[in-house]
């Protein structure tokens, strides 16, 4: 019994493994809401030393969304979804699967291998690879050796805006629970501490980004009400 409790304090008491099926679906859901052209990506399971549940492999041909079975990454992924209530589970398993998406289309558009081309042309410009627009708001400049940062930060923020469009009434849940996840692990891995750089500002350039992919940028009212609650928490 205090086994069993204690075990369920570490991992999470309701947590539910991630399986390779709800992986690809909800990569295909994020490949259809974006209209992804030119972006081949599959899903793959490993087992690699690494504490992330998610990895991201971009080749030229396609890129690959890794499930990581190690058990860490499992203890890492209860935390993040530590809920039995499926509407909160899907949102965080999108929000999840949105921010590898976000990996595959920062490497495909340092390449200039899809349909993003002012993030392209920004991030070609740069010689760190970063856009000059997003840069500057996660005051990359003055933080040398933080490449990794921009990308995880990019990522969270794609991650975000996948919720506000698919899962706008669990946005603020998806949101604190990043906040958290995040500064829990900051002290070891600051690479992905985004918190700083969750803005209203920043969701908007991601959507400018964005909307190359359909011709338009985001007008839907959850959208800003995400802006809204990411300017207030
Ligand atoms: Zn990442």
Known sequence: MFLETLLAAVVGINATELTLQTVRDQTQAVVSEYQVKGLRVQVAKIEVNNPSPLLTRSSPSVCTIMLNTNSTAKVVWGKFVDTKEPTEENALQAFSIAHEMGHCMLSKARKSEMDLPVLSAQLKSNAQGQSAEFSTLVGRKSNPGSEERYDETFSDLLGLHYVAKKHPEQFKLVLEKLKAVRE????????????????????????????????????VSSFQAAIKTLEQI
């Not at 690479?191 to 338009?216: A, M």
């Open 184 to 219: 829990e692990f900051a002290s070891h891995d600051v690479s992905h501490l985004s918190t700083p750089f969750l803005s209203g500002q920043n969701l908007r350039s991601v959507d400018k980004f964005l909307s190359q992919l359909n011709g338009k940028p985001t007008e």
